[in-house]
């Protein structure tokens, strides 16, 4: 039977599954000020990382209607939606109801909408897993089963250079940003059921970057199974050295590096890194 996945526009894609005709992308879009930006093919990083920086208000998404879920969903019989976590955005939900109101009208078709509980780099990991059962020749059940069993194993962590979108939404306050850029130091995150938690921080980039390896050491199970993924956000040589220096201890069996798209570099923000295994 013939499948798709679609993911929303936070499921940060690798050259070649861009190029995969199973994958396709539905776009959020992004509000910066009066500027608004589809988080599609044409989006432009620099032009969206110059606008966050030039904006005092905290940039916005609009999840994807139902209808363009549905418009993704022709041409297969299996389909496998991946969308980022439920607690950031409403894309879950909006996946959600256009797979009740698909099924209404071709109901020998199989939907499965996956709330992905990460963003990004994690979502690239689902997309991966879904692609490697598919070619392996498992059933849409079978295939359903064990990115759900992925998906509640995987871990998500990030380190971020710039902290004015946490501060724009209220998830710091304007003293701990103003300290934390005049101090130069950089929180290590992570996310936990979906929901982004402070793990740890350091004084400068590079040691938080070595920080958060170290929880990756520390947590990781199962890495020769596991693909090591690295989202950055205008930083690639940021996250060769994370890529390197988490290949060194731990045995992954491989790891893949991915440029952010719109939604991602939101989060991410300029010199961002988000991993996930």
Same mark, same amino acid.
């Given at each position: 039977?013939?499948?798709?996945?679609? @993911?929303?526009?936070?499921?940060?894609? =690798?050259?070649?599954?861009?190029?995969?005709?199973?994958?396709?992308?539905?776009?959020?879009?992004?509000?910066?000020?009066?500027?608004?930006?589809?988080?599609?093919?044409?989006?432009?990083?620099?032009?969206?990382?110059?606008?966050?920086?030039?904006?005092?208000?905290?940039?916005?998404?609009?999840?994807?209607?139902?209808?363009?879920?549905?418009?993704?969903?022709?041409?297969?019989?299996?389909?496998?939606?991946?969308?980022?976590?439920?607690?950031?955005?409403?894309?879950?939900?909006?996946?959600?109801?256009?797979?009740?109101?698909?099924?209404?009208?071709?109901?020998?078709?199989?939907?499965?909408?996956?709330?992905?509980?990460?963003?990004?780099?994690?979502?690239?990991?689902?997309?991966?897993?879904?692609?490697?059962?598919?070619?392996?020749?498992?059933?849409?059940?079978?295939?359903?089963?064990?990115?759900?069993?992925?998906?509640?194993?995987?871990?998500?962590?990030?380190?971020?250079?710039?902290?004015?979108?946490?501060?724009?939404?209220?998830?710091?306050?304007?003293?701990?940003?103003?300290?934390?850029?005049?101090?130069?130091?950089?929180?290590?995150?992570?996310?936990?059921? @979906?929901?982004?938690?402070?793990?740890?921080?350091?004084?400068?980039?590079?040691?938080?970057?070595?920080?958060?390896?170290?929880?990756?050491?520390?947590?990781?199970?199962?890495?020769?199974?596991?693909?090591?993924?690295?989202?950055?956000?205008?930083?690639?040589?940021?996250?060769?050295?994370?890529?390197?220096?988490?290949?060194?201890?731990?045995?992954?069996?491989?790891?893949?590096?991915?440029? =952010?798209?719109?939604?991602?570099?939101?989060?991410?923000?300029?010199? @961002?890194?988000?991993?996930?295994?």
């Amino acid at each position: 039977m013939s499948y798709k996945i679609v @993911g929303d526009s936070c499921t940060d894609l =690798t050259d070649n599954m861009r190029q995969d005709e199973h994958i396709s992308v539905v776009p959020l879009t992004l509000q910066v000020g009066k500027d608004t930006v589809v988080d599609d093919s044409r989006f432009d990083q620099a032009r969206f990382l110059r606008l966050m920086k030039e904006c005092s208000e905290c940039p916005k998404s609009a999840c994807p209607s139902p209808e363009a879920y549905m418009d993704a969903f022709e041409g297969a019989d299996e389909i496998f939606v991946i969308t980022l976590s439920s607690h950031l955005s409403g894309s879950y939900n909006s996946a959600e109801l256009a797979k009740v109101l698909y099924l209404e009208k071709h109901p020998n078709k199989k939907i499965e909408v996956i709330d992905s509980r990460s963003a990004s780099a994690g979502q690239t990991l689902l997309a991966m897993k879904i692609t490697q059962e598919k070619k392996a020749g498992a059933s849409f059940e079978e295939t359903v089963n064990r990115v759900e069993k992925f998906r509640n194993s995987m871990k998500t962590k990030f380190v971020l250079e710039n902290l004015d979108n946490l501060r724009k939404n209220g998830r710091l306050s304007n003293i701990t940003a103003a300290l934390c850029s005049v101090l130069n130091i950089k929180p290590v995150m992570c996310g936990v059921e @979906g929901v982004i938690e402070k793990l740890d921080q350091a004084r400068g980039m590079t040691k938080a970057l070595l920080k958060m390896v170290k929880y990756i050491e520390e947590d990781v199970t199962d890495a020769k199974d596991r693909i090591f993924a690295i989202a950055h956000c205008n930083c690639r040589e940021r996250a060769e050295y994370v890529k390197n220096e988490v290949l060194r201890r731990i045995p992954f069996q491989s790891a893949v590096i991915v440029d =952010t798209a719109g939604v991602s570099s939101m989060y991410a923000n300029d010199g @961002g890194i988000v991993v996930a295994y």
